[in-house]
């Protein structure tokens, strides 16, 4: 018995949204500059006849990406109330807010990877880039550290250099989390924006 036209669209409809889901994970772990539509035509195992019928290019299968599993489903790091509260009571309220980043699971973990990283890549489209400036962590960081310096509890050195190490790391252990549902590893909060205090942030507070 044949499908009905709404069995077929189904059908499309599942097949689109694994090509999505597999693309959303190389443009993760790979980074948007080294995906290609091989790339993710491998991960989904399927043709590339396939992912032709659905995107006309790797550009338009990010943008799908980011308009459908990122800009409408993730939720932004609280990095506007953080740089409200300023300084080391925001570096401390982002501290308290990455741990929960363990608990995330993978698919979820991909969109926050694609999500912080976007608006610094500079061969994204403007539209996306602007888009991602909510979730632009390392200048955030960047501020907060140097008026946590100025208030005389972040250590010494360069806000953007040292935001920029916390921000590598970061993204080293998301990178890693979703590439494997096992032996993930998040360094605390605590530990990880304790290396930017002259002391814990437990005792600043």
């Given at each position: ?193 304790g290396m930017l205090m002259k002391k814990p942030l437990s005792e600043i507070h």
């Amino acid at each position: 018995m044949p499908r009905s036209p709404e069995q077929n669209q189904a059908v499309k409809d599942k097949r689109r949204a694994k090509l999505l889901d597999n693309a959303l994970k190389v443009f993760a772990v790979l980074g948007y500059d080294e995906v290609s539509i091989d790339s993710i035509t491998k991960s989904a195992r399927c043709s590339h006849g396939l992912f032709y019928h659905y995107f006309t290019s790797k550009e338009e299968a990010f943008a799908c990406v980011w308009d459908e599993l990122i800009d409408n489903s993730f939720s932004a790091p609280p990095l506007e109330e953080a740089l409200e509260k300023g300084g080391t009571a925001g570096l401390d309220f982002i501290c308290h807010a990455y741990d929960r980043f363990a608990s995330l699971d993978a698919k979820k973990l991909c969109v926050a990877q694609i999500a912080v990283t976007a608006c610094h890549i500079d061969s994204l489209p403007d539209s996306i880039k602007q888009k991602a400036e909510k979730y632009d962590m390392r200048s955030a960081l960047a501020t907060l550290i140097k008026q946590a310096q100025e208030e005389g509890n972040a250590i010494a050195g360069n806000p953007d250099e040292i935001a920029y190490a916390i921000f590598t790391v970061f993204l080293t252990e998301i990178k890693q989390a979703c590439l494997s549902k096992h032996d993930r590893h998040f360094t605390s909060g605590d530990v990880l924006f304790g290396m930017l205090m002259k002391k814990p942030l437990s005792e600043i507070h």
